[in-house]
């Protein structure tokens, strides 16, 4: 494979990566894909979004089932069955990897298992990447450019290690049994979904969020009533408090923290989950054998992805100033293809990426928070109107929640679209699509939405802007 000169390489299999690769080969490029898994599919399908998801289905039929009488249906006392669980979260990631397997070789794709790093810069025009293979042989592969989709891992708090009592996202997958109590260390989208989990199957769940708010990334109203609807659930939090240290013992982990208040408090668990962030992976690719500078461990590039050394792409978790999540990789992917092939593309407008956190309820958002959009300088026009106004939600027993519209008062631009409740991650696609066509209020309120159909909410929330909405 030495001899051979692709169009373009990809370092790393997960959304980024093959997204990028596969597009590169609808566009007639020859592409080659590293990874040094086992399987494609990244953290995303391996140890992410796709396991976590398969858990929460769990646990909401769980929540369902629970109360089976409410909905005309009996049923014998159901029984929660752990393996059984994590044996449907391994089978639906063993069908998605066997269909990743399935599109390499549709595409001919040269896909290949080993760890690339960079070696220099382009010579005449032509980069040399060195694998490492399983096997422990080295390998070159050469190519015109280079895209670098190496992903994250999970952070860990200074001072500790992850094993099988401190978890993160990766080991709490694996672990043999329904844990009785956790504390989650950190309340942003992992954190909030794995305690979502793990309530709903009866373990005691405490959070602890070093911010003054949860879900810190999201509209503060977003974040006030998912506090209120923990509370309600029993789950308890505790904001703006410092974890002090983990003490371990016969039953588990005592987590020692300071308050809100300045007082100290100890909780014991049987497992933690540290949720802190994910840490870029680009410390052995050879960044120091090319021109880039990373800055914290990511990558600067430009609108198109490109960084610092002529060739080289950066795309997915890797990148500054991107949010680490796969729809943005796989956009990113897209574009840079799309620019390789010389073809049609959009750099990736990052007032416009969706981001959805799957707990129960679910959250989704795209746009401009209230704050950010008076930071920004616009004379801000909000609207809210609360799920309990919404048949299809009474159908789905799912009052909880609201929809939260951001606009501006000149000139009925919708700036933002916030949403808490039933279906958040699945309605907020009509929000993304008015934003990105930079439809008005005014416009949105006159586009018909089906009855019944949670999306009516979005309906009455724009109408709310203007004091308007219908169903309450």
Known sequence: MADT?????????GPAG?????RA???????????????LGGTCLLWGCIPTKSMLFSAE??????????????????????????????????RHVKGLDFLMKKNKINAIKGYGRLTGPAKDGVHTIEVKTADGKTDTIKAKKVVLATGSDARML???????????????????????SLVVVGSGAVGVEFASIFKSFGAEVTILEALPRMVPAEDEDVGKELLRLFKKRGIDVHLSAKVDKFEKNKDGVLVHFTKSDGTGETKQAEKVLVAVGRAPRTYDVGLDKVKITPDRGFIVTNEWMETTEPGIYAIG????GLPQLAHVGSMAGLVVAARIAGKFAKPVNRTRIPGCTYCDPQIASVGLTEAQAKE???QVKVGKFPFVGNSKATILDAHDGFVKVVSDAKHGEILGVHVIGTTATEIIAEAVTAIELEATIEEMMFTIHAHPTVAEALLDGFSSVEGMAVNV
């Open 158 to 180: 200074p001072g500790y290690e992850a094993d099988t009592t401190i978890l993160t996202n990766y080991e709490i997958l694996k672990i043999d049994e329904a844990p009785k």
């Open 18 to 22: 093959y997204t990028c690769a596969i």
């Open 61 to 94: 039929l769980w929540d369902h089932l629970k109360h089976a009488d409410r909905y005309g249906i009996e049923v014998t006392p159901p029984k929660l069955n752990w393996k059984g669980v994590l044996a449907r979260k391994d089978d639906v990631i063993s």
């Open 25 to 39: 080969s609808q566009y007639g490029l020859k592409a080659a894909l590293i990874d040094a898994n086992d399987r």
């Open 376 to 378: 920004k300088g616009f």
């Open 317 to 320: 978790d890797i990148v500054a």
């Open 5 to 13: 000169i692709f169009d373009l390489v990809v370092l790393g299999g």
